[in-house]
């Protein structure tokens, strides 16, 4: 049809078709890795959150000129999208976090690396060195403040520009999918990005990286002088801790349950997002990390107040789909999917993106429009 464009593969047009052939060649311990969550999943319902609410055209308006871009740590980014940290990318492809890094600084975005990579953080920003994008570091907090340390000197060293501090992991979650299939990390992988005494393999056989139960909101402080970087706290879900985020000092808080895959059963991450946004009130910024398989998706969580969003499975399905360029491919869908949706909303930049362009269905199927 004439206007449609070119396809960017052959087979994937979305990210549904990216899971569906990404999953045909992983293993099923891989695919049900990725793709598992804590029990019996409710939580998944983060997808699902985003076709509760319908979007508001407005039609007449000049598009021409539509600018997607935004901005994440001080940073301008080519769409409002970045990749949130998730472990152990070497089960998916040989390309690893490394691919993800180069993928990302193609198409100009950012990217947060979990602290259980198979990759260095090192190797990771060095790979993305003359693009410009920014690099985060994840923390899964460890009983041993040496050992938490020794992960932040390494990211800072490296150049990242925030350290995402992991606030709702006071123990691991049950996934029953893990059990089931005696889930543990390849041979051949290692995780450089923790202390080299540590066996990555059997943690918990060593009491100092046990994961900290103890962790309070004086703890950023405790962060905030042991880094210069942005210290941002990871796993937001309810408005009081978000007025004590801002009140610890932290400098931007990432909505998030953690896929799904921590404490099974609480709301999803799109239905949490406004009432934090709103406790926050501008005093820090709030970005959004669940649930996003769509450029609407990512509409959608910006009109709910978000400033920045990110997605961590769909690097692992573009990786299993092909390597770093399944990883491109990806990003690539998700940045026309979203410039498509600013121009037929009828915006020509983030900005101007606000709760004013959605409506929720109501019980009874009719729409309620948002102010």
Known sequence: MAGRGNARDPHVFCIADLIEHSEKRLSKMASEYIAGGAMDMITRDNCAEFDRYRLLPRVMKDVRNVDPTAECWGVKSTFPLGFSPTGIHGVAHKDKELGVSRAAASQGVPMCLSSWATSSIEDVVAQGVNSGIPYAMQLSVVEDPDAN??????AEAAGAKALWVTCDLPILGRRLNEFKNSFSIPEGLTIPNLPPDVDFRAPTKNSRMGYDRGMTWEKVQWFKKNTKMQVWL?????????????EAGADGIIVSNHGGRQLDGISSTLAA???????????IPVHFDGGIRRGTDIFKALALGADFCFVGRIALWGLGYNGEEGVK???GLLYDEFFATMTMVGV???????????ARIAADGSLVRLK
């Open 149 to 154: 340390l020794f992960t932040i000197r390494k």
């Open 234 to 246: 990871k796993g937001i879900m309810d408005p009081e801790d978000a007025k004590l985020a801002v």
């Open 329 to 331: 491919l990806a990003l």
């Open 348 to 358: 020509t930049s983030v900005k101007e993106i606000g709760r004013h362009h959605l």
């Open 273 to 283: 997002l406004p009432g934090v946004v709103d406790a926050v009130a501008g005093c």
